[in-house]
């Protein structure tokens, strides 16, 4: 079946760096866009970042963007988010979810939490 | 804050009808989906593409998009429905997704 296994959170510095992992199985990885998507505590889901199957195709939230990137290795089955500059704004649990056709995320991982601490 | 809107808590009495709406410009020309989430999972799809169910969804959950709102409606509520619902589209202009606010469902 198919799994998605966020891993990297933790607690994080003031302009600290941070990168996470989203090791997937259970479906064909390479011909699958991928997706980052954030919930602060208490509060809603919020889109991320989005990477085409090949990782040629990046787009982002205007929240995030210049400082987090994503990226993807298709030999590994792995999606990654690299984090930089973070501040108290991006404490929140990040999920992995796999995109499908119209936009639509079909599977999601279970979540890893990025506390910020200053 | 989200451009998607809508309502903050939804109430219902069980074996009745709960109907959470979503408010957006040009949702016709977008297809509207639907997410559950109960309190310290991941979020669970449960409509896309505005009226379809993914397999394990009951029939008594349909979804309907028209002009400018669409809605989510559950039918014969049951306590296990009680949620957070979150509508989502895509926008292929952007090429950017965007969630509602998100609506607490209660069953009475």
């Known amino acids: 079946q198919v799994q998605l296994v966020e891993s990297g959170g933790g607690v994080v510095q003031p302009g600290g760096s941070l990168t996470l992992s989203c090791a997937a199985s259970?479906?064909?990885?390479?011909?699958?866009?991928m997706n980052w998507v954030r919930q602060a505590p208490g509060r809603g889901l919020e889109w991320v970042c989005f990477?085409?199957?090949?990782?040629?195709?990046?787009s982002y939230a205007d929240s995030v963007r210049g400082r987090l990137t994503i990226s993807r290795d298709n030999s590994k089955n792995t999606l990654y988010l690299q984090m930089n500059g973070l501040g108290a704004d991006d404490t929140a649990v990040y999920y992995c979810?796999?995109?499908?056709?119209?936009?639509?995320?079909?599977?999601w991982g279970q979540g890893t939490l990025v506390t910020f601490s200053s | 804050s989200s451009v998607l809107t809508q309502p903050p808590s939804v109430s219902v009495a069980p074996g009745k009808t709960a109907r959470i709406t979503c408010g957006g410009n040009?949702?016709?020309?977008?297809?509207v989906h639907w997410y559950q989430q109960k309190p310290g999972q991941a979020p669970v799809p449960v409509i896309y593409?505005?009226?379809d169910r993914p397999s394990g969804i009951p029939g008594r959950v349909s979804g309907s998009n028209s002009g400018n709102t669409a809605t989510l409606t559950i039918s014969r509520v049951e306590a296990g429905d009680e949620a957070d619902y979150y509508c989502?589209?895509?926008?292929?202009?952007?090429?950017?997704?965007?969630f509602g606010g998100g609506t607490k469902l209660t069953v009475l």
């Open positions: 259970g479906f064909t990885f390479a011909i699958s866009a």
């Open positions: 989502q589209v895509w926008d292929s202009v952007t090429d950017h997704r965007e």
């Open positions: 593409y505005d009226s």
């Open positions: 990477i085409s199957y090949d990782g040629k195709k990046e």
């Open positions: 040009m949702f016709g020309s977008k297809s």
């Open positions: 979810a796999r995109d499908s056709e119209g936009g639509y995320f079909d599977f």
